[in-house]
């Protein structure tokens, strides 16, 4: 049987980490449970992360219904990331050419298996997918939506220039041969984020596979952003704690980023009417870069009667996320879930 891309569609292991997820888990295996993908060339593992809010008796009830395995982790080493423990368990357990990831509260479509499996020709090693942050008819849930447009377009980006190193977990793929030559997770463990880009940023630099990129809407994994402020300022620094191992010259291009942004804030204070011109020259263009980001990929998850009124909100959360957060994701203890 062979894919879109004409090579034989590789055999898959869907790998889940799940931590207290009993509310969030039935939606998924519904979702597992629709896949298109051919029964015979798919697995999923749904690991059970010390669970004790029924997740277990859930997920066994579940198996009459999806056949899956779930590996039961009841202890995670001092300093070692949880969630990254207990990836590399199910990985070890799997079968599949391929490794799927996702997380515990998405909602992936009927296609999504089969949009990414078939992306892998023969040159590629790892596949990077688009999951948007699902915006409803609350102001604040379209604020932070942009910001998983803002990562989907640096992480494409990235990709496209050949130079890949961003990636989000709840929809990446990799070859699990590839997975075992760059030794995993190893040399990260200790890291309390970068499950994803790390390890893509591995992958990339030590084989000859290069990295490719779905965005269809049949491969798009919506998720549910944080639900407040708080919330959202804990996931960000967890997110950008992933960049202490980051290579230097990427460290220094972000920190160039983030200092030229703040400093386009500054301008109408620094430089009067000049800089009041150039600070909407740059929410301008930011804002018909994301319009056709959302036309281009179909995010239907953002409700544009409302974008236009998020976009300046996001730009000045985004601002102070990164002057402010971005500093304290390097120092001190970064904490998982509950």
Known sequence: M?????????????????HNEAQNLPKLLSALQRQSYPKDLREFIVIDDRCNDGTPQLLNEWRHRLPMCCPRIDRVPDGINPKKFALAAGIRQARGEVIITTDA????????????????????????????????????SNIIAFESFATTIVSLAGIGHVRPFLAVGRNFAFRRELYQ???????????????????????????EYRVGAVFSPESQVPSRGAENLWAFIRQKRRHI???????????????????????????????????????LLKVGFDGLLFHQIIKRLQLATCRLSLAGFALLPWQLLFLLTHAIVGPLAFIGRIRWKS
């Open 105 to 140: 509260d998405c909602i992936p479509p009927s296609t999504w298996v089969e949009s990414l499996a078939g992306a892998f020709a023969k040159e590629v090693g790892a596949v990077v997918g688009v999951s948007p942050w699902h915006a409803d008819e609350k102001l604040w």
């Open 2 to 18: 062979q894919s879109a891309t004409g090579y034989a569609r590789p055999s898959v292991s869907v790998i889940i980490a799940a």
């Open 241 to 279: 704690s992933a960049g202490r191992a980051y290579p230097r010259p990427q460290q220094i291009g972000y920190a160039l980023y983030h200092f030229s942004n703040i400093f386009i804030w500054l301008c109408p204070l620094l430089l009067g009417f000049p800089g009041i011109a150039l600070l």
């Open 181 to 207: 030559r760059v030794a995993g997770y190893s040399g990260d463990v200790r890291i309390f984020s970068g499950d994803d880009d790390l390890l893509l940023q591995k992958i990339s630099r030590r084989s």
